[in-house]
């Protein structure tokens, strides 16, 4: 009877030890959950800070180069003109530009309808060549100087004209420029009454076509 103190004592300090482990193991398993969690963590505010210091570095950038980049979209380049063709040297080749109309009555067709005569009548000689009128009206307007629509259709000369519409009569001006050196070589207006306009538009333009042909044309034959 006396014995049986010592082996409750002897038991507890058994399930005692054996508690032990298991303590240890839970506090090892916490110590790695709050490593995790501290790595997470820090992984975290480690990819903050650098999206913050990438977003600081561009607003730098942004900054000194603005008012350049500004500039260079505010000044947009010219745009270049590619050659339709290439003139062949000692070759006799024309574009014919859109008239201009400058009635007070702001209507074109006239001047349209004369535009298409004057092609019509040059073209039919073919001692000159002379650029197709779908080519030529891309310069209605705005106009580049002469010497760049010579470059971008590939031509000599350039015929460029104006009609005028007023009391019953209309005046047709032309001007003949030799592109190469950007000055006129031939220059006159033709007056006449408006009751015939498809009469008045064909002996214009065989007058025009005739003076024309005499002043680059000739020269051609001669030469060869």
């Excluded at 103190?5 to 054996?18: F, N, W």
């Excluded at 180069?65 to 040297?89: D, F, G, I």
């Excluded at 535009?115 to 073209?123: E, P």
Aim: glycine share 4%; aromatic share 4%.
């Amino acid at each position: 009877m006396v014995e049986q103190p010592e082996t409750v004592a002897t038991l507890t300090a058994a399930e005692q030890l054996a508690d032990e482990p298991a303590d240890r193991k839970k506090k090892k398993k916490k110590d790695k959950v709050r490593s995790a969690w501290i790595s997470f963590v820090g992984r975290i505010i480690a990819q903050v800070l650098g999206a913050a210091a990438t977003i600081s570095l561009g607003l730098m950038v942004v900054q000194k180069y603005a008012p350049e980049t500004a500039q260079a979209v505010s000044a947009p380049a010219a745009p270049v003109l590619q050659p339709v063709r290439l003139a062949t040297p000692g070759e006799a080749s024309l574009a014919v530009l859109p008239l201009q109309n400058i009635s007070a009555d702001g209507e074109g067709s006239f001047a349209k309808g004369m535009t298409d005569t004057l092609i019509t009548y040059l073209a039919r000689h073919e001692d000159i060549h002379v650029v197709s009128r779908t080519s030529a009206m891309q310069f209605r307007e705005p106009r580049p100087s002469v010497p760049e629509i010579a470059r971008a259709l590939g031509v000599n000369f350039v015929l460029d004209g104006s009609v005028i519409k007023a009391d019953g009569r209309v005046r047709i001006t032309a001007h003949l420029i030799d592109a190469r050196r950007d000055e006129h070589i031939w220059v006159d207006s033709y007056e006449r009454p408006l009751r015939e306009v498809l009469t008045v538009q064909a002996e214009v333009a065989n007058a025009i076509a005739a003076a024309v042909r005499m002043r680059i044309a000739t020269p051609v034959l001669v030469r060869q």
